[in-house]
């Protein structure tokens, strides 16, 4: 089992960027798929971005390719998610999750609590 806790979150003005970063308790934090998901006001979870076990494969939605980044440190037991150029509808929850199974097609057993990103002027 594994518990995840994201920080990082904020208010921050369009253009801008964000560090996300998620905390993964236990020891096998290297043997989960990791992703992102955001959640906009009114609006259902949607994936963000995910990456493999070693960190050596990540996938992004197409409207975060070339703006997000997402990353892990699997002896912090910690992934990352750099947010640039921010736009107001970036806003929103955002959550870590931890898949096992396939990468390309996980199945996420553990979330986080999720942390508030705003994007506003």
């Known amino acids: 089992q594994v518990q995840l806790v994201e920080s990082g979150g904020g208010l921050v003005q369009p253009g801008g960027s964000l560090r996300l970063s998620c905390a993964a308790s236990?020891?096998?934090?290297?043997?989960?798929?990791m992703g992102w998901f955001h959640q906009a006001p009114g609006k259902e979870r949607v994936f963000v971005a995910r990456?493999?076990?070693?960190?050596?494969?990540?996938t992004y939605a197409n409207s975060v390719k070339g703006r997000f980044t997402i990353s892990r440190d699997n002896a912090k037991n910690m992934m990352s998610l750099q947010m640039n150029s921010l736009k107001p509808e970036d806003t929103g929850l955002y959550y870590c999750?931890?898949?096992?199974?396939?990468?390309?097609?996980?199945?996420?057993?553990?979330w986080g609590q999720g942390t508030q990103v705003t994007v506003s002027s």
């Open positions: 999750a931890a898949g096992s199974g396939d990468y390309y097609s996980p199945n996420y057993n553990y």
């Open positions: 236990g020891s096998t934090f290297g043997s989960y798929v």
């Open positions: 990456i493999s076990f070693s960190g050596s494969l990540t």
